[in-house]
């Protein structure tokens, strides 16, 4: 009795699964306007017209609609990976990540190069972005990651987190890469500093005055040449 109990609850919540992936799925019809959409449009232009039907996407099926262009595209031409994840990334930030993944799904050995076309054109979500494809290509984690840092320095942190949380066997190979090692201790370095800042004339000191200097009067002037300004560039 038990075990046909647990046998009526699983397949209940199979079902119940299977709805909402369904209802979450586009239409037949959808896909096919899509395919119709991009036929025939030159490959030089296929980033642009990807980006302009998301763009015109109602704002439920942006994101179905932004995977489903990637996946139509990108399993024909590969080669335009980072270019269609990037423009479609500008337009729909928040469909950044999922776009990403697809992409890298389909064109594991662009990982890198497809982290770096979403996160320069959707910089606020390169923790997203770097887990998503750090966890489509495991293999590529550390590249991923070192891609993400790189552009958004800021965020390094939050990027290493949420990629080893994902990709837990890359957190050694992550932990003794030189350059991620370098931009995060920079990163951390930044803050609010003071100093002297050298130059060619002499030096400038202290911080950004919060009044602006005042007014020199025509009186305050002596008539004649400024030699400094004439001599800028050469050395006293």
Not at 13 to 40: D, E, H, M, Y
Not at 53 to 66: L, M, P, R
């Amino acid at each position: 009795m038990k075990q046909k109990i647990l046998f009526v609850a699983t397949l209940l919540a199979a079902v119940a699964t299977l709805g909402i992936s369904s209802a979450q799925a586009l239409p037949a019809s959808r896909i096919a306007a899509i395919k119709k959409a991009v036929a025939g449009v030159p490959a030089p232009e296929l980033a642009a017209k990807a980006a302009s039907i998301v763009a015109q996407a109602g704002s439920k099926e942006k994101e179905d609609v932004a995977v489903a262009i990637v996946r139509i595209i990108v399993s024909q031409k590969p080669s335009l990976a980072p270019a269609i994840v990037g423009a479609i990334s500008k337009v729909s930030p928040e469909s950044s990540a999922s776009v990403a993944a697809e992409a890298t799904s389909l064109s594991a050995e662009q990982a890198a190069e497809i982290v770096k076309a979403a996160t320069s054109a959707a910089p606020g979500q390169a923790n997203k972005i770097a887990g998503a494809v750090a966890k489509a290509a495991p293999e590529s984690a550390t590249k991923v990651a070192r891609a993400a840092v790189s552009l958004v320095p800021s965020a390094s942190p939050e990027i290493l987190e949420n990629i080893v949380n994902l990709v837990p066997e890359a957190k050694q190979e992550i932990q003794k890469d030189a350059l991620i090692t370098r931009v995060t201790r920079s990163s951390a370095q930044v803050g609010p500093t003071t100093g002297t800042v050298i130059t060619y004339r002499g030096t400038i000191q202290g911080t950004i005055p919060s009044t602006p200097p005042p007014a020199i009067t025509s009186s305050q002037v002596s008539p004649g040449a400024d030699t400094d300004r004439e001599a800028y560039g050469s050395p006293r």
